[in-house]
């Protein structure tokens, strides 16, 4: 299994960057998808997260309206739109998909521990 994240980048604050998440090696509709993140000398959070059927998503306060996750089954990729960039933002940003064994199609969770597999993550850094 593997899942490629991209789209990284320096960008000035109240910008916008697409982050990409490739996923091979496993049947990517069967798993729900999240985003996490890592600044420096912190713990990686969680930022947002979608159902396997992507109709569900899920988003922590600080990036409710800025962010918006997606997903296309058909290319086995999941995104992460982010605007409104703040230097507060900066951090290495993985990607993680959680495999859904029930039919919860709606299935998404914020628990860390809880993900199977994670990409190499990718650099975003927000300048003031």
């Known amino acids: 299994v593997q899942l490629q994240a991209s789209g990284g980048g320096l960008v000035q604050a109240g910008g916008s960057l697409r982050l990409s998440c490739v996923a091979s090696g496993l049947t990517f509709s069967g798993y729900a998808m999240g985003w996490f993140r890592q600044a420096p000398g912190k713990d990686r959070d969680y930022i947002a997260g979608?159902?396997?059927?992507?109709?569900?998503?899920m988003y922590t306060d600080s990036v409710k309206g800025r962010f918006t996750i997606s997903r296309d089954n058909a290319k086995n990729t999941v995104y992460l739109q982010m605007s409104n960039l703040k230097p507060e933002d900066t951090a290495v940003y993985y990607c993680?998909?959680?495999?859904?064994?029930?039919?919860?199609?709606?299935?998404?969770?914020?628990?860390?521990?809880?993900?199977?597999?994670w990409g190499q993550g990718t650099q975003v850094t927000v300048s003031s």
């Open positions: 979608i159902s396997k059927n992507g109709r569900n998503t």
């Open positions: 993680a998909a959680d495999r859904v064994y029930t039919s919860q199609t709606t299935y998404v969770s914020p628990q860390e521990s809880y993900y199977d597999y």
